[in-house]
């Protein structure tokens, strides 16, 4: 392995309500080639649980939370990401200009130490920032002192400036920080504030994936629970060729399905899928990921190789929708459309993007639950490009009368960019139109296309 960069920085600092510091910031990095859950560090401490953070109050004070990322909460609940690009495990900000977060320790206390986490593979990975300390109590103290606002102005001192930022190699990789003090206190201080800008001037989305933030109170207890460690599971599938994970970190109550039910269904048929949906010279992903997320508030998505679901729902679907719905998301990562780099490329229909995966999924791997049926009643308000079950009916009523490699032609046509309507034409001599008329008749008179 990689021997982390390790980074010292030292600064004097007095405050009128303790005796001088001498405050030291250590910083560790380890490579994103290298970088593995858990936040091992050879200088840093590991992140804690029931550190003073843990009952802090965390407060936005300038600058916009990003969307994609985790609350405030993400930065002192003890819970670490599994994987380095994991947006809903950490907190970030949105925009170019960074922001201010207040931590409010609910009282003056004598603080060891205050270490931070971030872990990202590119340029969201360093942090950069300055922290400043109070006690409240100077007559001109603001709690929350917004931009432009100098906050040594406002009753507040700087404790530290931070910059991990390494200079002769990329920006990705798991960064750790301590803050401390050469003689073990750094203050009496109840109110902290980070004041914390991107990574680069040039890259407006360098805004760091900050993990965790630990905040050691220096009469507290020695003993301090271990880090919650993330409950990620890695497999391979039948017969080895692909490997995935399964992290159920922020649903622990969903671990024992996962291993019971979830994991055997995707090692099956994940290769199923692959061999389902073949291309000239293509190569399906190696590897997946399967996150169980509160930042994600749908059901489930794909991005890439990386499935995020939904805890509540998932929660309530257990004996329904939870595998199938995921079997859905596993044609995602395999079918890789849109990324033809051909002149003329045309960009894949989203119901048929959407119906292969429901088609599949409806009938092949649960036909039994019978979920894309169309009553004769229902008929006369569908159309073939509805998207998802709908679409999945009609291509099962196309393959089912005309072609029983409709999906493996149309998924070829799709990821190299050359679909058009003419291939239903090519395939079964009948326009797409004619087939949508035909299986709307069909539908009609009572038949489902099982």
């Known amino acids: 392995m990689q021997t982390p960069h390790c980074f010292f920085l030292a600064a004097s600092l007095c405050f009128a309500m303790t005796a001088p510091a001498e405050v030291t910031v250590v910083h560790d990095r380890v490579d994103a080639e290298h970088a593995a859950a858990g936040f091992k560090f ?203 994970t399964v992290d159920t970190t922020e649903a622990p109550d969903l671990t024992e399905w996962a291993d019971r039910e979830l994991i055997p269904a ?28 509160d930042g994600y508030k749908g059901v489930a998505a794909t991005m890439g190789n990386r499935i995020e679901g939904n805890p509540p729902w998932y929660r309530s679907q257990l004996q329904g929708e939870a595998i199938g719905s995921l079997v859905h998301e596993l044609v995602h990562v395999v079918q890789q459309y849109g990324q033809a780099r051909r002149p003329g490329a045309t960009r894949p229909p989203g119901w048929l993007t959407e119906g292969i995966s429901d088609y599949i999924r409806w009938y092949l791997y649960e036909p039994q639950s019978k979920g894309c049926e169309i009553s004769p009643r229902r008929a006369a308000t569908v159309k073939y490009d509805d998207s998802y079950r709908v679409s999945a009916n009609f291509l099962n009523f196309v393959i089912g009368k005309y072609d029983r490699n409709l999906i493996s032609e149309l998924n070829a046509a799709l990821r190299e960019g050359r679909y058009d309507e003419e291939l239903w034409k090519t395939r079964t001599n009948h326009a797409l139109a004619e087939l949508a008329d035909e299986w709307k008749k069909s539908l009609e008179a009572g038949g489902t296309a099982k």
């Open 42 to 244: 050879p200088r840093v401490p590991a992140p804690l649980r029931g550190d003073a953070a843990a009952k802090a109050a965390f407060t936005l004070v300038d600058g916009e939370r990003d969307g994609n990322g985790g609350s405030l909460a993400r930065l002192h609940d003890g819970a670490l990401p599994a994987v380095g690009d994991n947006p809903a495990a950490n907190f970030f900000f949105r925009g170019s200009d960074g922001g201010r977060v207040l931590v409010d320790l609910g009282s003056i206390i004598e603080l060891k130490a205050v270490n931070t986490y971030s872990w990202h593979p590119g340029s969201r990975g360093p942090q950069v920032y300055r922290l400043f300390a109070s006690d409240g109590k100077a007559p001109e103290f603001s709690a929350q002192p917004k931009r432009p606002a100098d906050p040594a102005k406002a009753g507040w001192k700087l404790l530290a400036s931070v910059d991990t930022r390494p200079k002769d190699s990329p920006l990705g990789g798991q960064y750790g920080v301590s803050i401390a003090d050469s003689a073990g206190s750094l203050g009496s201080i109840r109110y902290l504030l980070f004041d914390i800008v991107r990574t680069s001037d040039t890259d407006a989305f360098g805004q760091t994936f900050f993990s965790e933030i630990d905040i050691i109170d220096r009469n507290a207890s020695s003993v301090v629970e271990a880090p919650l460690a993330p409950l990620i599971r890695a497999i391979e599938t039948e017969g080895g060729a692909y490997r995935f």
């Open 266 to 293: 995707m090692q099956k048929w994940y290769p199923m899928i692959v061999n389902m949906l073949p291309g000239d010279r293509y190569v399906a992903p190696k590897t997946f990921s399967i996150v169980f997320t």
